[in-house]
């Protein structure tokens, strides 16, 4: 399996209830880079739930610090794509 692929998609948190879309109704995501510690994270999580891939969410605090907070599997992917 490659784990050389990690993408981190970043998202307004709606807190006010009021989440940014773009044309077509799709919420507004930008890429951002990782870090060499969130790369690590991005390796390791699939590794550890035994999935070839999964997602992540993760929050970076004022000190650039990072901490996953939640794991998606890909059951849905298999559900629609079967």
Same mark, same amino acid.
């Not at 605090?61 to 890909?74: F, K, L, M, Q």
């Given at each position: 399996?490659d784990?050389?692929?990690?993408?981190l998609?970043? &998202?307004r948190?709606?807190?006010?209830?009021?989440?940014?879309r773009?044309? +077509?109704?799709?919420e507004?995501?930008?890429?951002?880079?990782?870090?060499?510690?969130?790369?690590?994270?991005?390796?390791l999580?699939?590794?550890?739930?035994g999935?070839?891939?999964? +997602?992540?969410?993760?929050?970076?605090?004022?000190?650039?610090?990072?901490?996953?907070?939640d794991?998606?599997?890909?059951?849905?992917v298999?559900?629609? &794509?079967?």
């Amino acid at each position: 399996m490659d784990l050389t692929f990690s993408l981190l998609i970043c &998202c307004r948190s709606p807190v006010d209830g009021f989440v940014e879309r773009v044309e +077509g109704g799709f919420e507004n995501r930008h890429e951002v880079v990782l870090s060499e510690e969130e790369k690590k994270f991005a390796e390791l999580i699939p590794t550890v739930f035994g999935q070839p891939f999964c +997602g992540f969410d993760m929050l970076r605090d004022t000190r650039n610090v990072s901490y996953v907070i939640d794991v998606n599997g890909y059951s849905m992917v298999k559900v629609y &794509c079967s």
